[in-house]
């Protein structure tokens, strides 16, 4: 679940629901190429994003003009364009901060690759993981994080460690430069206006599912 | 990140956004509680949530009144009320598909404990894996889906398995008679309507940040 912390810390002039959906359209345009499907009408794609074709349209009419009327959209260059929006034509590292059995899901999760990310850092408190290599990466202390995060240049960060131990995680990695930050600790973070926090919350996901339930179940 | 395919699935009188924060409502009040705070004024609450006071109000009144004016908030109350209109008074059983490192993950993930849910059900294809006991849940093969969650009258199910098998995964789960997904495969489900589903898509979420971080980073 994506908590509303992002409104409060940025005011672009784009919303960011529409943002965050942009990705959709990626993963969504980038399945369709792999299917052989070069063009894709904007009611077709509504049916596979979830949203409809005037949702669409408007999304697509804050970056520019994209499909030709009565057309629909090329999945290439239109993937191309929102990857790019996005920045996702680059490499950006990322720094990981625990390495748990979350971390180590994280750290393996398949979707990363082919992806724009790309685990540079990762940091653990537990001393009997310290050294360990993962995909090249030596696993460092807790202590080691705004000195290294700074080091690298790290703008990115993910925190995988317990509830009890991820403010002082968040703060570490703020302090050595990172600007956006997905949070999977079930804690609300304070961070500074700057900070950019997305909490990937499955806990609130199931929670604000049962509402729509039916029936009580024991 | 969460998908916008649950206005497609289902469409209450209550915005879908308002209910997917009433989670971190809960979560708040729970976390001012055992900090000792019986009582909370809406401009602290909406600075701890990251909304504003008028937002919170807004909320709120969906439900009812809350709060008398210039008084705050009781969060016990509160957190009571919210916790009853998400019907988490009672205990959730939940579907577990897929225990790879991410499945092992969200089965000792502590943010579920206490909570209204419980891991009642595992499946995984690999041979290894069934017959494990998990918190005294023995691990199943794909092919039992439907019928053990039928068995158990499971509602709720998570997918955590690659995003090749989750498809298939998902159609035994609804075949079964869950009616509320959570999927962590990097890939959009075919469901019927009335079937909820919520997408935990970190790739997503990390594609969604660099749209605000400055610079190029190689």
């Known amino acids: 679940m994506i908590e509303p912390t992002v409104s409060r810390n940025f005011e672009p002039d784009i919303p960011d629901i529409v943002i965050r959906r942009l990705p959709i359209y990626v993963r969504t345009l980038r399945a369709l190429q792999e299917s052989g499907i070069a ?16 949702q669409i349209r408007r999304d697509l009419s804050y970056f520019g003009k994209f499909g030709k009327q009565g057309k ?51 940091f653990d408190r537990n001393p009997e993981q310290l050294g360990r290599q993962i995909d090249g990466v030596t696993i460092m202390s807790d202590r ?50 700057n900070v950019l926090v997305r909490e990937i919350d499955p806990i609130g996901a199931l929670q604000s599912m049962t509402y729509y339930l039916e029936g009580e179940h024991e």
């Open 39 to 54: 063009n894709v009408s904007s009611d077709q794609l509504a049916e596979l994003i979830g949203v409809t074709a005037a």
């Open 72 to 122: 629909g959209y090329d999945t290439f260059h239109l993937e191309q364009a929102i990857s790019q929006i996005l920045k996702l034509d680059h490499k950006w590292d990322v720094a990981l901060a625990g390495f748990g059995s979350l971390g180590h899901a994280i750290a393996h999760y398949r979707g990363f690759e082919p992806s724009s990310f790309r685990i540079a850092a990762i």
């Open 144 to 193: 080691c994080i705004a000195g290294e995060v700074a080091r690298l240049g790290i703008q990115i960060g993910i925190i995988a460690v317990p509830a009890a131990n991820a403010q002082d995680v968040a703060a570490a990695l703020v302090e050595g430069g990172i600007h956006a930050l997905i949070n999977y600790a079930p804690v609300v973070l304070k961070t500074p206006p």
